[in-house]
């Protein structure tokens, strides 16, 4: 068994202290990865605070893991000792699934294996994530990071990237289409980079004035703030597709549903903790689509990964050690990081 040491929260809410634990040995088709860096998501607060459901404890979070080949199995092909690789929320699945063979892993019939909460498939445990110092993988859920992305930064795009990156190209953004992100934050900041990018133009859609100028700094095109009296008058019918990556369930989504086409889309890529309420009249009568995604393949988010580099798009990051964790929880929660929050695991 391969020693770790990482920062987990022992019970359910309880702060993140650090953990020691075992990974296994590398099997066949394993890669084991010293990380380097790993970034916060919101999920994993949800994880922790038991607010998407009961959890497995003690827990080590983390899904945007970007490291360094320190070994592989022997019936390893794609990587070598030495190679930048990353690691983002899924670590199996069935393979065997309509889905899993169309590379949408994300969305196994079976159940895919979350990179951390979900018992191995082969029932030998539960996963651990990547606040920690090395992880074992299945070379088929490794992904490779280009040379020219830094390693630090490139970590958010294992979750925050290929989150945005996959309903834009599934909706095909691009030339002639006009696209708006709810929300400028750790998710929504990359909506921007990456919309602009595929050549869409780009709204940032926002309540609070305060973010205006980042939106254009990012690449947007146009700022909207939503509690203006007539922005919704305003923009009625505008877009072609509106990512939502907001996590509130108290958004009046009859209302971002009028700023759509006809058969314009919008996207729920944040996950509120309570049910959302929604009118479907403007839908109705517009034949309007109202949709979620999650994350993406592994074959989508090399794609990603490889967009990201041809174009220079990496996030916006404040990099931090591990036994700040905690303090940066309280901080997401109050929307207080431009724009994700990314660990030092060589500080562990």
């Known amino acids: 068994m391969i020693q770790a040491k990482g920062m987990a929260a022992p019970t359910s809410k309880a702060p993140l202290k650090p953990y020691t634990f075992e990974r296994r040995d590398p099997k066949d088709h394993d890669v084991v990865i010293d990380i380097k860096y790993c970034g916060i998501c919101h999920s994993d607060i949800h994880m922790v605070r038991d607010e998407w459901g009961p959890g497995h404890f003690p827990m080590v979070p983390g899904h945007e893991i970007a490291g360094v080949v320190r070994a592989v199995g022997p019936k390893v092909t794609k990587y070598k000792v030495g190679d930048h690789v990353g690691v983002g929320c899924l670590v199996d699945s069935c393979a065997e699934c309509a889905h899993c063979k169309q590379d949408l892993e994300q969305y196994c019939m079976e159940g895919q294996t979350l990179t951390y909460g979900s018992m191995e498939r082969d029932g030998s445990g539960i996963t651990q994530g990547g606040y920690s110092n090395v992880i074992v993988v299945k070379e088929s859920f490794v992904v490779r990071i280009p040379d020219s992305l830094p390693l630090d930064k490139a970590a958010p795009l294992l979750c925050a990237g290929i989150t945005l990156y996959s309903p834009l190209a599934h909706w095909k953004a691009g030339p002639g289409k006009k696209v708006a992100i709810m929300g400028l934050g750790g998710l929504g900041h990359m909506g921007v980079k990456l919309a602009k990018a595929m050549g869409a133009e780009v709204t940032v859609l926002s309540h609070s004035e305060s973010k205006r100028d980042d939106a254009l700094k990012l690449g947007a095109d146009r700022f909207v703030l939503t509690k203006n009296a007539d922005?919704?008058?305003?923009?009625?019918?505008?877009?072609?597709?509106?990512?939502?990556?907001?996590?509130?369930?108290?958004?009046?989504?009859?209302?971002?549903?009028?700023?759509?086409?006809?058969?314009?889309?919008?996207?729920?890529?944040?996950?509120?903790?309570?049910?959302?309420?929604?009118?479907?009249?403007?839908?109705?009568?517009?034949?309007?689509?109202?949709?979620?995604?999650?994350?993406?393949g592994l074959k989508e988010t090399q794609e990603m990964l490889d967009f990201c580099a041809k174009h220079n798009i990496t996030p916006e990051i404040e990099l931090i050690t591990p036994d700040q964790v905690n303090v940066a929880y309280e901080r997401v929660l109050k929307s207080d990081v431009r724009y994700r929050f990314v660990l030092d695991m060589g500080k562990i």
Do not use: H, Q, W
């Not at 109705?284 to 993406?296: K, Q």
């Open 231 to 296: 922005a919704f008058k305003d923009n009625a019918m505008y877009f072609d597709l509106i990512i939502n990556t907001v996590s509130s369930a108290d958004l009046e989504m009859a209302r971002y549903f009028s700023l759509l086409k006809l058969d314009g889309t919008l996207v729920s890529v944040g996950a509120p903790d309570k049910p959302l309420s929604v009118n479907v009249f403007p839908l109705i009568l517009m034949r309007r689509n109202f949709a979620g995604s999650a994350i993406g």
